[in-house]
């Protein structure tokens, strides 16, 4: 590859390890996976709720009551419509951590025959006990109400893993602010290339992730959390995709991006302290709330047909 974009330094495996527990946290502070699912089949009493099967009924299923506080920064529906979700769709989600975006996608597809594939963290030598926690409350959490989720198909991504789903099967693949643990385990690369293999010909890659500013050496493990849009684009390209159109959907202009503990200072990780030290009881979250989550790009790539 060749990293214009980007400065020396050294990229390890471990760096999954932190990355994806992270990742976990934040997934896990932002629902609770036991909590028991829905009957999605009774009949809405409002008769002006959204239909059974849209998109706009999948975000405001009584089975998000948990996780809808956040819409306000993540904008489920014209995140998802900008990829271009559509029922029978084939998609992807790589690392979908406790399942934010799962308990949208999972029973939108499974009402509009449409398959999900779960591409979750791979179960390798250096994985953390955590981690393969993450995955099994995942699993449990999405066939405890097959009625509703459907058929949720669990694959691996990670160093050595393989297909995450048949060759030239799925329609769009989602990368949901992953990049930079990726980046941290030296897998970024592989991540584009799994999810090429994966797509068909005209199928979609959707990118959301933390966005740094432009114009600076791109740290290549990430460490902020923040990454150029012009070294995802770059990523991209450099894989076979093209690129299709950028949606400013998850700006925020108030994000200053120079904080104490990289993007995790902001919600909805909140740090008071470095990761792994305890939280600073004396740390003035003030300003962090008030800027709220991170400045997002939100990309959308395609295979050639």
């Known amino acids: 590859m060749n990293h214009s974009l980007i400065g020396r330094g050294p990229l390890s495996r471990r760096g999954l390890l932190a990355g994806a527990g992270a990742l976990a946290l934040a997934g896990v502070s932002a629902c609770d996976s036991n909590r028991p699912a829905p009957d999605s089949s009774d009949e809405p009493a409002d008769p002006n709720a959204p239909s059974q099967g849209s998109l706009e009924w999948a975000v405001a299923g009584d089975w998000r009551a948990a996780d809808r506080a956040r819409d306000v920064y993540r904008h489920p529906i014209e995140t998802l419509n900008f990829f271009g979700l559509a029922p029978r769709m084939t998609v992807i989600e790589f690392w979908p951590g406790a399942g934010w975006w799962t308990e949208i996608l999972a029973p939108y597809l499974a009402a509009n025959g449409g398959t999900l594939y779960a591409a979750t963290f791979q179960n390798t030598p250096e994985s953390d006990q955590s981690l393969n926690q993450i995955v099994a409350r995942f699993e449990n959490r999405f066939a405890s109400n097959r009625r509703l989720y459907g058929d949720v198909r669990i694959s691996e991504f990670g160093p050595t893993s ?25 897998i970024a690369e592989k991540a584009f290339a799994d999810a090429y293999a994966a797509l068909k010909p005209g199928g979609v890659l959707g990118i959301e992730q933390h966005r740094a500013d432009a114009g600076a050496v791109q740290d290549p493990v990430a460490a902020n959390g923040y990454v150029q849009e012009a070294f995802v684009k770059q990523l991209a390209a450099e894989a076979g995709f093209a690129f299709v159109a950028a949606s400013e959907a998850n700006a925020n202009p108030a994000d200053t991006k120079d904080h104490p503990f990289g993007v995790w200072t902001l919600p909805p990780q909140s740090l008071t302290a470095p990761r792994g030290d305890p939280p600073d009881p004396e740390f003035d979250r003030s300003a962090y709330d008030a800027i709220g989550e991170s400045d997002r790009m939100t990309l959308k790539f395609r295979k050639p047909e």
Request: net charge negative; hydrophobic share 55%; charged share 10%.
């Open 162 to 186: 393989g297909p995450v789903a048949p060759e030239a099967s799925a329609d769009l693949v989602m990368f949901m602010r992953n990049l930079h643990n990726w980046m941290a385990a030296g």
